[in-house]
């Protein structure tokens, strides 16, 4: 999870959204899923959109996951490792 914790990456994904253009221009609505991988430092990659609203909006989602808050690094058994989120 981000480290500042789900309510505040809401938080921040509300606040830094920055509608493109296009996406207003044909009144746009609706959610970009992502799926992505955290590596050992906390850094998103590995990016890849599972539901897509084309007119920018998947850049757009994805600027906002590279930017935003770094993530807790998972573990299992005491040894960390890269996951899915």
Same mark, same amino acid.
């Given at each position: 999870?981000?480290? /500042?914790?789900?309510? /505040?990456?809401?938080?921040?994904?509300?606040?830094?959204?920055? @509608?493109?253009?296009?996406? =207003?221009?044909? !009144?746009?609505?609706? @959610?970009?899923?992502?799926?992505?991988?955290? !590596? @050992?430092?906390?850094?998103?990659? =590995?990016?890849?959109?599972?539901?897509?609203?084309?007119?920018?909006? !998947?850049? *757009? /989602?994805?600027?906002?996951?590279?930017?935003?808050?770094?993530?807790? =690094?998972?573990? *299992? !058994? $005491?040894?960390?490792?890269?996951?899915? $989120?």
């Amino acid at each position: 999870e981000p480290m /500042a914790g789900m309510e /505040a990456y809401r938080d921040y994904l509300r606040t830094a959204l920055r @509608k493109p253009d296009a996406a =207003q221009q044909a !009144n746009v609505r609706g @959610k970009v899923g992502l799926r992505f991988a955290i !590596n @050992k430092d906390g850094r998103p990659y =590995q990016i890849v959109t599972t539901k897509s609203l084309g007119y920018g909006c !998947n850049e *757009e /989602a994805i600027r906002l996951v590279l930017e935003g808050d770094f993530w807790t =690094q998972g573990q *299992e !058994n $005491f040894v960390e490792l890269e996951v899915e $989120f």
